[in-house]
């Protein structure tokens, strides 16, 4: 068990071997996808024979990914202090299992992956369009069998213990809900931070992953981050629980919606909820205390547009970073917005080889 004396920063999250490929445009058709979708290869028919197949036409690069695990990698990045970040998912006991392990730690993170006997480690193919944009089409297999039984282990309780700040993406609502709650609820309890980000529309939208979003979830979040369209998703679509009910459904203004999301009851009242939402070039908007900021983004040429992918995830890693640092909300987002910034320069979500500069 690595050191745990300096953790800052623990993320609970579906670990993915990324496949990633700058493909044509055709490919995207072949999956049934469109540049920006963030989908289950169930839904849309993937087989394992097409994540073969798409190996073999393009040249690919395989990266330690997943929503959570690409944020506490930034962060790590980020902070530049050892033993700042752990992380906490599920993979195979297989070879990527082990590729996976190995470059999470070559990249500074504590992992500690519960290991299925038998099923494979989950995989993400990443199919990257000539101009950067991206579609994400994920086989979540061993991610899909996080449990309790792990989190409860000596080893995890002492990191959870240790840690200050508690991070999941929203895909994890997919698969382990009493994990994350388990969460919220040792940092109600010790004031810690509970952070959660929406990750995908479709969290939004399908009834069970809302329900246990604005249920179980929501009342111990102390900061939600999300983006444009992921805040649309959540504004427009049908109320499922009994906290949304009356609050305004169906407008998609962001800076709307992030302002209800953060009036929403929290379980510990101590300090207010407060919601992040980016909207790439476009202004940061940040909800708390019924104030609603707007954060500029810096610029960036559109030549040095590499990949999106990441971009989200290496936001909140910068944010969390400085976070853990005390410091204020506009150092957070710009510190964000820094991360996002080295990362969509590279394809995929790879943590870069300088020091960070801010």
């Not at 009994?242 to 407008?251: A, F, H, V």
């Not at 610029?299 to 410091?327: H, I, Y």
Request: aromatic fraction near 8%; include cysteine.
């Amino acid at each position: 068990m690595a050191d745990i004396s300096n953790l800052r920063v623990i993320g609970f999250g579906n670990p993915l071997l990324d496949i990633s490929a700058v493909v044509e445009d055709s490919e995207f058709e072949n999956w049934k996808l469109k540049p920006g979708d963030i989908v289950l290869a169930p839904d849309v028919g993937a087989t394992p024979e097409m994540y073969k197949a798409y190996m073999a036409k393009y040249p690919v690069e395989y990266i330690a990914g997943g929503a959570t695990q690409n944020t506490i990698r930034v962060c790590q990045w980020m902070t530049g202090a050892a033993g700042a970040t752990a992380y906490v998912g599920s993979t195979g006991s297989d070879e990527n299992g082990a590729m996976l392990e190995k470059c999470a730690r070559e990249d500074g993170v504590n992992v500690q992956y519960m290991k299925q006997p038998t099923t494979p480690t989950g995989t993400c193919a990443v199919l990257v369009s000539k101009t950067g944009e991206r579609a994400l089409c994920t086989s979540l297999g061993a991610a899909n069998e996080y449990n309790t039984s792990h989190y409860e282990t000596p080893a995890i309780q002492a990191m959870v213990n240790a840690a200050k700040i508690f991070y999941s993406a929203g895909f994890f609502i997919t698969v382990s809900v009493p994990t994350i709650v388990a969460n919220g609820k040792h940092c109600a309890a010790t004031g810690k931070t509970m952070c959660v980000n929406l990750s995908a529309p479709f969290i939004c939208e399908v009834p069970p992953f809302r329900m246990a979003l604005d249920n179980e979830i929501m009342p111990y979040v102390d900061i939600l981050f999300g983006n444009e369209t992921e805040a649309a998703s959540y504004g427009s679509g049908k109320s499922f629980g009994t906290p949304m009910e009356g609050w305004g459904c169906g407008t998609t203004d962001v800076g709307t919606i992030a302002l209800k999301i953060a009036a929403m009851p929290k379980a510990s009242g101590t300090r207010p909820r407060i919601v992040v939402f980016t909207q790439g070039k476009d202004p940061t908007l940040v909800a708390c205390g019924g104030v609603l900021h707007k954060f500029p983004v810096p610029p960036l040429a559109k030549e040095l547009l590499v990949d999106t992918n990441g971009a989200g995830d290496a936001f909140v890693g910068g944010f969390l970073a400085k976070l853990a640092c005390g410091c204020d909300l506009e150092t957070c987002v710009n510190a964000g917005n820094y991360a996002a910034r080295q990362i969509i320069q590279v394809a995929g979500c790879k943590i870069p080889s300088f020091a960070p500069a801010y």
